[in-house]
């Protein structure tokens, strides 16, 4: 299974765009990546997923380098409720998914 | 709502009994997973079943079982149990297949105290 790394924390002020990079260098060819979003006490949610280059959707932006070794999460003018623990996945074939520590995002008024 | 349904939302016991928790899958959805989050941790994954049959473990503590019934229900029981069992179970699920571009949808959780 191809291990993630990421930053343990990151702050942020509101308005403020929030880049959030995994690591990922055993990362195989069929394997996909994806981000989830987790607020306390609650289940993590599907904020994106990609292959390589750039898909955008209405929450967020992920960016896949060509060698697909690290991926960035974007998130633009991010406002109190982004708060939350970011998870960076890589799905090998609907394996089991396992989850690193994520990236704990404090955003300050 | 996001279509994996958990209970029950919230379960206080005494060390040394026994619970079961249940997760019902998304509609159309065959693979369950099973995660437990202590206070302030990480997801750790315990255990995964697709169409009834157990295809991934985890850290899962032999004290913990689980299985999949015909229905795709899932039923994670827990014994014997202790204090640092306390957490919150998830549930998700997915189709299981293998696409490479599957996404995991979680449950509300079941908060489990155990005293």
């Known amino acids: 299974l191809a291990k993630t790394t990421q930053p343990i924390s990151m702050d942020s002020y509101e308005g403020q765009e929030v880049n959030i990079t995994c690591s990922h260098n055993?990362?195989?060819?069929?394997?996909?990546i994806t981000w989830y979003q987790q607020f306390p006490s609650q289940g993590p949610r599907f904020i994106i997923q990609?292959?390589?280059t750039k898909v955008t959707n209405e929450v967020a932006s992920l960016f896949i380098p060509a060698d697909r070794k690290s991926s960035t999460l974007s998130l633009p003018r991010v406002s109190l409720s982004d708060t939350a623990v970011y998870y960076c996945?890589?799905?090998?074939?609907?394996?089991?998914?396992?989850f690193g520590p994520g990236t704990r995002l404090s955003v300050l008024p | 709502d996001s279509g994996v349904t958990q209970t029950p939302k919230h379960l206080i016991t005494a060390t040394g009994q026994r619970v079961t928790l249940r997760c019902s899958p998304r509609?159309?959805?065959?693979?369950v997973y099973w995660y437990q989050q202590s206070l302030d941790q990480g997801l750790q994954f315990l255990i995964q079943?697709?169409?009834?049959?157990?295809?991934a473990k985890g850290n899962i503590l032999e004290r913990f079982s689980a299985q999949q019934f015909p229905d795709l229900h899932s039923e994670l029981n827990l014994s014997s149990l202790e204090l640092g069992d306390s957490a919150l179970y998830f549930c998700?699920?997915?189709?299981?297949?293998?696409?490479?571009?599957?996404?995991?949808?979680f449950g509300a959780g079941s908060r489990l105290t155990v005293l």
């Open positions: 996945l890589v799905e090998v074939y609907g394996q089991n998914f396992v």
């Open positions: 055993n990362i195989a060819t069929n394997d996909y």
């Open positions: 990609g292959y390589k």
């Open positions: 509609s159309g959805d065959l693979s």
């Open positions: 079943y697709y169409n009834g049959e157990e295809r």
């Open positions: 998700a699920s997915n189709s299981g297949k293998s696409s490479g571009a599957n996404v995991l949808t």
